[in-house]
């Protein structure tokens, strides 16, 4: 597979000529402008996610692209906040408190 650029205005403007040619030529293939293998047949992406035991799914939430610091600012100033994976947070606190506080002010 030639360079994999899912942010291009072609690709953006219509993946699926893209998506057609990647399941003909190489149905599975690294893409290391994201440093991430790209899968691209419906019968194969079945078969990863149900097979969490060989395939993981740890990053599939990252950003591809590490955010600016502007962004992150931005996102902090908003109070979102990474969250780890660990134990189950109490109920109040599932909801970051911006958050919740909207939603209490809108269901009162």
Do not use: C, N
């Not at 291009?8 to 402008?33: C, G, I, M």
């Amino acid at each position: 597979m030639d360079r994999f650029d899912p942010f291009s205005a072609d690709y953006l403007a219509d993946p699926y000529p893209h998506l057609a040619r990647a399941r003909a030529d190489a149905p599975v293939f690294y893409a290391a402008d994201l440093d991430m293998w790209v899968v691209s047949r419906y019968a194969d992406i079945e078969a990863i996610s149900t097979d969490p035991a060989t395939f993981s799914a740890a990053i599939a939430q990252d950003p591809v692209f590490p955010l600016a610091d502007e962004a992150r600012t931005t996102l902090r100033e908003g109070g979102f906040r990474a969250r780890r994976p660990g134990p189950e947070l109490p109920a109040e606190r599932r909801v970051p408190r911006p958050r919740r506080l909207l939603l209490e002010r809108a269901t009162a």
